[in-house]
């Protein structure tokens, strides 16, 4: 596999996640609520992520390459372990699985037990929760399309990428018309906390002075070194836990 | 001062989140490695150690509290 693919596959599942969290929170407003106000807090959304793209992109590129290995190296680590540690902690039973189900239904009540629609025909609920959910969403998909894209110079097959993923899961949610509970969302952020910690680890070395045994291919033994650790941790949480059940129900 | 506390508080959450040790190890880490480099020391090692002891402690430190509080709970 060479570090096109890594990369494309890379983007393209980090960028899926956060695409399903906005779109669950855009289909549950939209369904309660209506649809005018919250597409329209979806465009206003897509037009201040766009502008942060356009401005953030170029900048980038006047950067010594060094130092933004460095940044983004950090910066990506600091947000993937994030995501592995969480996705260890639901793996292992210490956390409760993220269910876009439930995150759909609580949405759905919310904004059925929120302020009347305005005599205006504007539902600023309707459109600030939409423009909130995606603009938050979005941010985070142009940050790993920024941070993947500039550090390898190829901000274009990020950005195809994450264009890829939120098409894919636009469609998906228009195919099954509800939650998008059927994307194993938990496996699929494990997968992305092993990708985004390695790539952190990576980058952030060579930022910092790196030199890596074997070059660019050290990459694929770093991510299996990360895929390993994870899976022992959470081997050992999950084992852990069931020697605790008992004793814990018996005290 | 509302929206510069939500701007704040978004990249403290997506930078440092829920355990704010983790950052500051990984903080370490970078520029012990980063010393290494510059003293022509091959560190290439120490940011998997790091990340492999960083991880462990906050997911058993997590773990342990998750079980104590059950026990508190069941008691």
């Known amino acids: 596999m060479n570090s096109s693919v890594i990369l494309f596959v890379a983007a393209f599942l980090a960028s899926a996640v956060e695409a399903v969290e906005a779109l669950t929170i855009v289909l549950a407003v939209g369904v309660v609520r209506g649809w005018r106000s919250t597409l329209i807090g979806v465009a206003a959304a897509s037009l201040v992520l766009a502008a942060v793209i356009a401005g953030l992109g170029p900048a980038l590129q006047h950067i010594p390459i060094g130092t933004l290995r460095f940044v983004v190296g950090a910066l990506l680590l600091a947000f993937g372990l994030q995501w592995l540690r969480k996705a260890i902690l639901r793996a292992s039973g210490y956390k409760p699985l993220h269910d876009e189900a439930e995150a759909f239904s609580r949405e759905r009540e919310q904004a059925s037990s929120a302020a009347p629609i305005a005599s205006t025909g504007m539902d600023w609920y309707s459109f600030t929760v939409a423009f909130k959910g995606v603009l938050l969403e979005g941010l985070e998909v142009a940050f790993i399309v920024v941070t993947f894209g500039a550090t390898q110079g190829r901000l274009g097959l990020a950005a195809a990428a994450a264009a890829a993923a939120v098409v894919a899961v636009v469609v998906a949610g228009l195919v099954v018309r509800g939650p998008l509970e059927r994307v194993p969302e938990n496996t699929l952020k494990f997968v992305v906390g092993i990708l985004l910690t390695s790539f952190g680890i990576f980058w952030g070395g060579e930022g910092a002075g790196v030199g890596w045994p074997g070059g660019d291919l050290a990459i694929l033994g770093v991510i299996a070194y990360v895929g390993l650790v994870s899976y022992i941790l959470m081997r050992a949480l999950r084992r852990r836990r069931l020697a605790l059940q008992p004793a814990a129900a018996q005290a | ?75």
């Open chain 2, 1 to 75: 001062m509302r929206y510069v506390r939500s701007f704040g508080r978004f990249w403290w959450n997506f930078i440092v989140g829920d355990d704010w040790r983790v950052a500051a190890g990984l903080a370490v880490a970078f520029a012990l490695t980063w010393l290494l480099e510059h003293e022509d020391v091959s560190a290439w090692w120490l940011l998997p150690l790091a990340v492999a002891l960083l991880l462990s402690e906050s997911v058993w430190r997590e773990a342990r509290g998750n079980s104590d509080a059950r026990s508190k709970r069941h008691s």
